[in-house]
Every structure is written in C-alpha cells, then in structure tokens.
C-alpha cells in the first residue's frame, strides 16, 4: 500500500515537471502575440425575438408549400385510381361481353346436348329395373344382353354428362333451395305447411347454366300455405 502512494506521487510530480518544461519552451519561441478576434457584438432579446419571428414566418411558408403540394399529390393520385378503377370496369364489362357474346354463339348446341341429356336420363330411370323372368329357353341370353346394354348405356351416359361439366355446363340445384325466378320455371304448386312459402318441393324437369347463363330454366313445383 505505501508503495502504491508512493508511485503516485512520483507520477504526479513528473507530470508537473513535464508541463512546466514545455510551457517554458512555448514562452522562449514566442515571438509575436497571436491575434485573437473579437467576439461580434451580443443580440439584445428585441433583435433575438426578432429573428425567431421571421425564422417561424419561414416554417409557415414552407409549411404551406408543403401542403400544397402534398394537396396537389393527392389529387393526381386520385385521379389516377379514378382511371384505373374506369379502366378495371371496362375490362370487365368488356369480358362480360366477351362470355355473353360466346354463349349466344354457342347456346343453341348447349341446348341440343342438354336435351339429349335429358332424354338419356328418362331411359336411365327405364333402365334401373331389371327385366322380369321368364320360362322360356332363350331368357339367360336375352337377360345377359340386356345387361350389356344397359353397362353400355350407363357408360355413354357418364361420358356426355362429363363433356358438359367440361365445357362449364352445370346443373341448377332446385330441390330445398329458394325459388329463383331467374333460373326455374314454377309449373305446380303445393299447399303446404311442412315446407317455407316458396321453397322448391320438387324438380319436375332438371335446368342448367354455362358460367352463370340459363341454358334451359328447371321447372320445379313449389311450396304455398
């Protein structure tokens, strides 16, 4: 511990040595006196509050200009979403042109292959019940042809029945659904209670759509109180 004061002490004044040397050597090797210049003359707080004034009339300015331009901006860029939303209606009115002028060119071939369609659907419910037997020799051949071409049939069926789904031709969902006067047709009503007034009872004849158009209107039977 007494060597550590010790040490600093004898640090402390070599310090002091070295200051005192080199101030004397700066005294010797001064030859003129520098020059120092004046500090400007202090503002009273008349010119202070003076300058704060005209620096906040500065920031009003630009402040001003600032808003106008941001005002300017927003007015371009609402012009511009004005256009974009013209133009995105246009397109779409334009597509829509497209589809309908595409379905009218086309409805009358939907309308045939829906109509064949139907007609398979009649013979498939025909079909769904089996010959009845009979005693005569030739029964299993004529049962065993039957057989064929009813998995014939069914076969031609689901191949049509997928060629519409295809070409975006689906069927109207009627039964428990509300009438829709747009796509369904009211051919017979039934007075009810079991059932909400206008709800669809049951699908007389099927109807479809080809992205979102009526191809052939379903004519349903409908609920009444």
Known sequence: MYDEVANADSNLESWK???????????????????????????DLYSFYQELCVFRNELRVGGRRNQEVLTRFGESLSDFQKTITGLQNKLYQMDKEKEESEFLSRKHLFILLVDVLERMERLKKRLSSPPKKTFFKNDTNWRNAWNSFKDGFDITYSHLDSLLNREGIMRIETVGMPFDPTCMTAVAVEHTERYPVNQVVEEISPGFLYKGYSIKPAEVRIAKN
Do not use: A, D, G, Y
């Open 17 to 43: 040595s070295n200051i005192e040397r080199e101030f004397k050597q700066w005294i010797s090797e001064l030859t003129t006196i520098p020059e120092v210049n004046p500090l400007p003359e202090e503002p």
